[in-house]
Each structure stands twice: as C-alpha cells, then as structure tokens.
T-cell receptor, first 113, second 112 residues
Framework: DTGVSQNPRHKITKRGQNVTFRCDPI?????LYWYRQTLGQGPEFLTY????????KSRLLSDRFSAERPKGSFSTLEIQRTEQGDSAMYLC???????????FGPGTRLTVT | TQLLEQSPQFLSIQEGENLTVYCNSS?????LQWYRQEPGEGPVLLVT?????EVKKLKRLTFQFGDARKDSSLHITAAQTGDTGLYLC????????????FGAGTILRVKS
C-alpha cells in the first residue's frame, strides 16, 4: 500500500531563487491538496485539485506560488523569487472525492536563507 | 480569533497517567479528524468522526464528538512514551468547502 510521497524532503535555497516540489498522491485518489505549516502552528490550506482541475486557492497563495496537476496524477508546487517568509513545511494530502479523510505525505521542509 | 481552538497547548505527563485534549469551534463541523504528527513528518490520521455524540476507540485512545458537532475530545489512557507527539484536530465546515481547517495542536510529552 503506497502512501503519499513528496520530493524533495528538504530544500535549502537562497532568497530570490525559484523552487519546485513534487507530490505523488495515493493512486486511486482524485483529490490532491497542498498545505503549509510553520513552526508551532497547524497546517494551513493553500490549494486543491480534483483530477487536473484546480478548484480552490487560498489567499495565502500569492502570485509567486503556482501549482499544477497536469494529468490528474502527481502535482507540483512552484515558488518563484523565494522570500525568507516562505520557509515552512509544505505538505501534500490526497483523498477520494467526497471523503472526509485526507492522507498526508511526509512533507518538504523549505529553508530560505 | 481562530476558527478552531485546541487546549492545552502543551502537556507533559509521566508514563501511565491519563490525559484529555480538547478541540472547540464556534461553527458546526461537517466532519472532524484527529491527527498525530512527529517532528519532521506529515500528520498521520488517527480517526474521523461525523455524527454528533459519536464515540470511537483506538486501543488506548478514545475520541468523542460533541452532540452539537462543535467540539471534540481525545482521551489517552495509561500514556506511553510512544504517545509523545503533536496532536492536531482538523475539521471541515460547510461554509469552507473541502479544505481542512486545523487547530494549532497540543504538544504531548510522555516521560518515562
């Protein structure tokens, strides 16, 4: 039983650089979610996809952030011109359409220096 | 004010003790999940509750959902060092669609 996987697990980048993260959901799940978690807080919703359609984006997702799920399977989250405030754990989750449960991957820890 | 409040923020207890953590909202949950998260890892789903008044048990963990579906509790009996972690409640609300809204979590430390 393969769970949600995320790559890379850790990323250190310099301010101003672009970074891209990948998420592979549980294969039968058609919904995929991105969250961000900072130290001492619970995860905060960024965006979600149903198949390849991006159905909702949080106001937290500035124009420097873009997410795609081109074939309705894996997804990528890109951050352009990174800022120190982007340092956080980026979590991906997936679910069946209509299900309450979301299953999370191990996350990508981003550090912007 | 956060939509979803968890208490306490931090709990440090001895192995063998019992504990309860709480999750409250001013809005009605359409569903509520409890997760456990270890440092550097993603949250792991423990349970989902949907029906008001529902009680679910998972070994030494007991989860209750309030009758009005605005609150929940997690009770751990005879805590073990392996229970140490961050416990997060997360809910879906009718007015917020399909996203999960998380509390800030309760950090539990169980000492041997």
């Amino acid at each position: 039983d393969t769970g949600v996987s995320q790559n890379p697990r850790h990323k250190i980048t310099k301010r101003g650089q672009n970074v891209t993260f990948r998420c592979d959901p549980i294969s039968e799940h058609n919904r995929l979610y991105w969250y961000r978690q900072t130290l001492g807080q619970g995860p905060e919703f960024l965006t979600y996809f149903q198949n390849e359609a991006q159905l909702e984006k949080s106001r937290l997702l500035s124009d420097r952030f873009s997410a795609e799920r081109p074939k309705g399977s894996f997804s990528t989250l890109e951050i352009q011109r990174t800022e120190q405030g982007d340092s956080a754990m980026y979590l991906c989750a997936s679910s069946y359409q209509g299900a309450s449960e979301q299953y999370f991957g191990p996350g990508t820890r981003l550090t912007v220096t | 004010t956060q939509l979803l409040e968890q208490s306490p923020q931090f709990l440090s207890i001895q192995e063998g003790e019992n504990l309860t953590v709480y999750c409250n909202s001013s809005s009605v949950f359409s569903s509520l999940q409890w997760y456990r998260q270890e440092p550097g890892e993603g949250p792991v789903l423990l349970v989902t509750v949907v029906t008001g008044g529902e009680v679910k048990k998972l070994k030494r963990l007991t989860f209750q959902f309030g009758d009005a579906r605005k609150d929940s509790s997690l009770h751990i009996t005879a805590a073990q060092t392996g229970d140490t972690g961050l416990y997060l409640c997360a809910g879906k609300f009718m007015e917020y669609g399909n996203k999960l809204v998380f509390g800030a979590g309760t950090i539990l430390r169980v000492k041997s």
